[in-house]
Every structure is written in structure tokens, then in C-alpha cells.
């Protein structure tokens, strides 16, 4: 019965999997990191030929362009991958032992996807596509800022002499239409095909990934409970996470 449950857990939640390509991406756009050490000041003359450099290979746009049909073709491609995935990987990952999942046999989440969800692929599609939509539109505003950034990194990283030169290649028929394309590589369906051959690969891994995960983690003592925290810390941590002392509870485990 506890096994049926948790599969059952598991199987709720793949739609959410499904959408981790979006979230991993919106977070790793949009959450706050911790400031960069400040590089030392560019020298003028090299950040004025860098500032040119910087607007051949990212041009203004150059996000919308990427976020455009080809991240949609990945995207489906993703969701294939997934549906191909057996649901005795993902509940592995879901924290099951080999011998809770020896009965599930080689049926695929796109089959159990479809009873529990008939609409998933859609749900997915459209989810990606607004949460894509939404972060283009944001990446977008900041691409002035990313442009200014990359000048300085190529500043920082080439002599005045590499400046020119790579200046005077991108200046070429086949320089302009390498740097205006050389992002947009990365986008197309050869490059997107072995991305996506990567997700499968990852989740049988990723059972293998967490043990090791654990064993490393093995030498540290285990959280405290909340039992274990001294009155000075449960109020400290109740006013953090907005909630009364008493109220203060132990993460589920199980």
C-alpha cells in the first residue's frame, strides 16, 4: 500500500518534472547570486573596439532569437525523452529502493502520463511556452547590460592587437555572418539533438547521483530537529519563516 501511494505521489508530480527544464532555466535567469569579485577597469582603447566586437556577436535581440522556434523543437524533444522514461527511474529518484520498483516492469511515464493527464504534453507545452515568453521578455530588457558585460570580458581577456584582428574578421562577409550566427549554434537541431539524448542518459544516472550525493554527505551530523534548537534559535527561525513558535515542525522525511 505504501508503495502504490508513493508511486502514485510519483506520477502526480511528473508533470511538474516535465517543467524543470523552464524552471531550472527562469531560476538560473532570475534568481538573485551573490556579486562577482569587481574586475579591474578595462583600458579605454581596448573596451572601444570590444564594445563593437561585443555588437556583431550579440546583437540586440539576440535572446528573442534564441527563445524562438528552435528552443520550442528542444523543448518537445525534452518531452519526448520524458515520456520515454521508465517509471521505475523516476521513482528511484523519487527516493525508492531498487526492490520497491522490481515490480514495475518497463512501463513508461507517457503511458501512465496519459491516463492520469490526457493533456500533459499540451499542459506542458503551453506552460514552457509562457514561462519562456516571460523570460525572453525579461532577458530581453537586460540584453544592453549583457552586451556592455561581454565588451568588457573581451577587453578584459584579448590584447588591442586580438581586438582588431577579430574586429577586422567580423568585419569579413563570412566574420559578420559567423558573429551574428555564433550564439544561434547552440540552438541548432544537431546541437539540440545530443542536448536532448543528454536527459534520458541523466535520470537512469541520477539514482547513482543521489547515493553518491549521500555518501558524501555521510560525515556530516544529520539537520537538528526542532527540539534540538535552543529558544533563542526557534525564534529566530519562526520569524524567518513567518510562522508562530508553536507552530515550528520538522521537515517530513517519508
Known amino acids: 500500500m505504501k508503495l502504490a501511494f508513493r508511486v502514485g505521489f510519483v506520477l502526480a508530480g511528473a508533470a511538474v518534472l516535465a517543467l524543470s527544464p523552464a524552471s531550472a532555466l527562469a531560476q538560473t535567469t532570475l534568481a538573485p547570486t551573490p556579486a562577482p569579485a569587481a574586475a579591474p577597469v578595462a583600458d579605454p582603447a581596448k573596451l572601444a573596439v570590444a564594445r563593437q566586437i561585443a555588437v556583431k556577436v550579440f546583437p540586440l535581440g539576440s535572446y528573442k532569437r534564441m527563445f524562438g522556434d528552435g528552443f520550442g523543437k528542444m523543448m518537445d524533444g525534452m518531452a519526448d525523452s520524458f515520456a520515454e522514461m521508465p517509471i521505475s527511474t523516476l521513482s528511484q529518484i523519487a527516493g525508492l529502493s531498487q526492490d520497491d520498483v522490481k515490480d514495475l516492469g518497463d512501463a513508461k511515464i507517457g503511458e501512465a502520463m496519459s491516463i492520469y493527464d490526457p493533456h500533459w504534453r499540451d499542459r506542458m507545452k503551453l506552460g514552457t511556452s509562457s514561462v519562456f515568453k516571460l523570460v525572453a ?26 581586438l582588431n584582428e577579430l574586429l577586422a574578421f567580423f568585419n569579413t562577409p563570412t566574420g559578420a555572418l559567423y558573429a551574428d550566427r555564433s550564439m544561434l549554434m547552440f540552438m541548432d537541431p544537431e546541437v539540440m539533438k545530443e542536448s536532448q539524448a543528454l536527459v534520458p542518459e541523466l535520470m537512469k544516472k541520477m539514482p547513482e ?9 555521510a560525515s556530516l551530523p544529520p539537520p537538528r530537529r526542532i527540539q534540538d534548537l535552543s529558544p533563542e534559535d526557534r525564534k529566530k527561525l519562526a520569524g524567518l519563516l513567518g510562522v508562530k513558535v508553536e507552530n515550528l515542525d520538522d521537515p517530513k522525511t517519508e
Open 209 to 217: 547521483i543521489m547515493k553518491d550525493v549521500q555518501e558524501e554527505q
Open 137 to 162: 521578455e525579461l532577458m530581453g530588457e537586460f540584453e544592453p547590460r549583457i552586451q556592455e558585460a561581454l565588451a568588457r570580458a573581451y577587453a578584459h581577456n584579448f590584447t588591442l592587437d586580438q
